[in-house]
Nanobody
Framework: VQLQAFGGGLVQAGGSLRLSCAVS????????MGWYRQAPGKQRELVAS???????DYADSVKGRFTVSRADAKNTVYLQMNRLRPEDTAVYYC???????????????WGQGTLVTVSS
């Protein structure tokens, strides 16, 4: 199983970026998909997550600015980031909790990370 993230880059404060992450490999089902971020010198934190029933969870700092969504037919999760701030600068990691086979337990997988830099 591989998670491949795209869409990071450099943007000015107030701008927008859209991240995407595709899950590939042998997959039976994907439960939760989401995004975490890690800024220099800080711990990794949850940014947003979405379940199979489209129930979402957001960090307080991004509520109203970021939107997480998923396309199950493509095994892909998206993060639309609007009104970006310099404090949003971090490496963003996609995450998926999935079952590879019907008879296996759920496991957690991580993407390689994509850098988002917001200049002031």
């Amino acid at each position: 199983v591989q998670l491949q993230a795209f869409g990071g880059g450099l943007v000015q404060a107030g701008g927008s970026l859209r991240l995407s992450c595709a899950v590939s490999g042998r997959i039976f089902s994907i439960n939760v998909m989401g995004w975490y971020r890690q800024a220099p010198g800080k711990q990794r934190e949850l940014v947003a997550s979405i379940t199979t029933r489209s129930s979402t969870d957001y960090a307080d700092s991004v509520k109203g600015r970021f939107t997480v969504s998923r396309a199950d037919a493509k095994n892909t999760v998206y993060l639309q980031m609007n009104r970006l701030r310099p404090e949003d600068t971090a490496v963003y990691y996609c995450n998926a909790v999935l079952r590879r086979y019907s008879w296996t337990e759920e496991s957690e997988y991580w993407g390689q990370g994509t850098l988002v830099t917001v200049s002031s």
